[in-house]
């Protein structure tokens, strides 16, 4: 309703009124845009279509100024030149090469600023969450209808051109931001917000890959073995992603759930979980397809993310009613899966 709204107030487009000045438009700009992407969140989560519709947005994107510096001097002084510029990131490009179908969108280099020439603050932060979004809302189109005519080649061809903007998105973060950074970043201003996009990143490369995560072997009759090899390397991927999810949780999951709430996305918190729970039970629940002998790897993250829905039970009737069916699901598998009890292990 609000983004409904907003359409309706003209939120989505460019203001040209005079009388408004730089600090308004941008508050105004800031607005729309984080009311876009909560909607793109929340048709990740649901799998229903989104009604935020990109061709319509003509309103810049966040300047990359913290809230405290929205101030008519600072920005026209730092970012003059740039408050004419519509959403570029956002307008759908035809495609590049042949390999592209035509309503495969695809963005390059030009469209990502270099992570070394914004800051971290609260405008970058939500300039790139809503980027992410619009390479989420694509991932998603891998599971409509309209991906039924098409070819396991051309799926395979989409999956590699997602890939490869997430990874170039994650390229261009503000080194404040920067997750493949956070080594040299540890303690600052930003770290949660750099959490959060770790996961959301992680969250995206499942949906992207989760296609490969299944028994191809009895669907695709006469494969290729470079198909193959490409299947079971994002199959990989897919299952390296859940569990990367699971690291970026705190230890204890036993513990204070402060903590957990505090290390990412709290208002996703049972869907992150739960998504990543359904890719390492796929992994596990697959006979001999995926890397068996890394079954074993797989388990300490499993149980980590069932624990973690253990304890949040007692608060939340979601986390109670995914952890009855998880606990379900892997009683249905125990014969079968050697492992240590989740309630005692």
Not at 107 to 114: A, E
Not at 131 to 145: F, K, M, R, V
Not at 171 to 178: A, E
Not at 246 to 253: E, I, T
Request: glycine fraction near 6%; hydrophobic fraction near 40%.
């Amino acid at each position: 309703m609000a983004l409904r709204f907003g359409y309706a107030l003209g939120l989505h487009i460019r203001n040209e009124d005079r009388a408004s000045g730089a600090a308004k438009k941008e508050v105004l700009s800031r607005v729309w845009w984080g009311h876009y992407s909560l909607e793109r969140l929340l048709a990740a989560i649901t799998g229903r279509p989104s009604i935020g519709i990109n061709k319509t947005c003509s309103v810049p994107l966040p300047l990359p100024l913290s809230s405290g510096d929205i101030e008519e001097t600072i920005i026209e002084s730092r970012y003059g030149s740039q408050m004419t510029m519509s959403a570029s990131l956002l307008v759908r490009k035809q495609p590049t090469s042949s390999a592209e179908t035509p309503k495969s969108p695809t963005r390059t280099m030009s469209d990502y600023s270099p992570g070394s020439s914004e800051p971290a603050n609260s405008g970058s932060y939500l300039k790139n969450i809503v980027q992410l979004g619009e390479i989420t809302h694509d991932a998603l189109n891998l599971y409509t209808a309209s991906t039924v005519g098409e070819s396991w080649q051309g799926i395979q061809q989409i999956i590699v051109r997602l890939t490869e903007e997430l990874e170039l998105w994650a390229t261009s973060l503000p080194d404040g931001l920067n997750f493949f950074k956070r080594a040299h970043n540890t303690g600052h201003q930003y770290e949660r917000e750099q959490n959060t996009l770790d996961i959301l990143y992680h969250s995206t490369m499942i949906l992207i890959t989760r296609p490969c995560l299944c028994r191809l072997d009895r669907r695709i009759t006469n494969e290729t073995a470079r198909s193959s090899e490409f299947n079971q390397r994002m199959a990989l991927t897919c299952v390296e992603s859940a569990k990367a999810v699971a690291r970026l949780l705190p230890d204890d999951p036993d513990g204070n759930l402060v903590a957990l709430y505090e290390a990412g996305p709290w208002w996703a918190m049972v869907h992150t979980i739960m998504q990543s729970l359904v890719i390492l039970l796929l992994e596990i629940s697959y006979d001999a397809v995926y890397y068996p002998q890394d079954r074993q790897d797989v388990m300490p993250s499993l149980k980590k993310l069932v624990r973690w829905l253990r304890s949040m039970r007692s608060s939340n009737g979601m986390a109670r009613r995914a952890y009855t069916l998880v606990v379900n699901l892997l009683r249905v598998q125990v014969t079968t899966i050697k492992m240590v009890s989740l309630e005692r292990g």
